[in-house]
């Protein structure tokens, strides 16, 4: 007898790294959870070349969350994350620019009244994923969900070529920005191929790029998020 079964496992893809998350350990007692953008300028002081590079973004700090991350404590400048040892700062790079980055490793930050030591860094590679989020998308001035949610599907078509027939905003927030308070929302993307999920992890989307903006991570699950 011959007898062949199709194989429908499915296949493990190959991620480009051409960009990757770099994430430096970090010593650090308490931080306000506003800190964007402190933490871009203290990061500019040391390392201006970010202002010029359009692949590089700058994650916000994040201590262990609810929901993969979705789930976020109101921001209040005077609320506080109290990092743990396992916490790290991330930079969103192109792979040419890892090695000038490295400059960090053992620079103390000052972010307002706090300060951040960085130690060695490792590379974390971008991960294939179907459903992936955005903790802040940079909102324009009085746009609506429905106006975000459009923008957001032309930048994609036009990045990638795909029409995107999924998403969902989730909670608002607004970011500390000294010429005006900077709105941003949540966004989730699902039913993404491999290549659209990777470029777009790759290039982000919207703009404010240095405060934690457009930079969308794997998630796990799609449970559907109150905005």
């Known amino acids: 007898m011959f007898w062949q079964e199709e194989d429908t496992k499915p296949q493990p893809h190959t991620v480009s790294d051409e960009v990757v998350d770099l994430g430096f350990t970090m010593q650090c ?32 700090i994040h201590v262990a969350e609810s929901s993969n991350g979705w789930m976020r404590p109101d921001h209040h400048q005077e609320q506080v994350l109290i990092p743990s040892h396992r ?9 040419t620019r890892l090695a000038q980055a490295q400059q960090l490793t053992g620079q103390t930050l000052l972010l307002d009244s706090y300060t951040l030591t960085l130690g060695a860094a ?6 294939h994923q179907a459903v992936v989020f955005a903790r802040y998308i940079a909102c324009l001035p009085n ?32 970011l500390y920005h000294p010429q005006h308070p900077l709105l941003t ?19 982000g989307l919207g703009t404010e790029r240095l405060m934690g903006c457009g930079i969308l991570l794997p998630h796990k699950g799609i449970q559907a998020q109150n905005s």
Request: charged share 20%; glycine share 2%.
């Open 29 to 60: 007692k308490q931080l306000p959870i506003d800190h964007a953008w402190a933490l871009q300028t203290a990061l500019l002081t040391i390392l201006p070349w970010l202002a010029e590079e359009p692949l590089a973004r700058i994650h916000s």
């Open 87 to 95: 916490t790290k700062l991330y930079l969103r790079l192109p792979n």
């Open 122 to 127: 490792k590379v974390r590679h971008l991960q």
């Open 143 to 174: 746009e609506t969900e429905e106006q975000l949610l459009q923008r957001m599907a032309d930048e994609i078509q036009q990045l990638t070529g795909v029409n995107i027939k999924k998403m969902l905003c989730g909670k608002s927030h607004y």
């Open 185 to 203: 929302r949540q966004l989730m993307l699902a039913d993404l191929d491999h290549a659209t999920s990777i470029k777009l992890q790759q290039y």
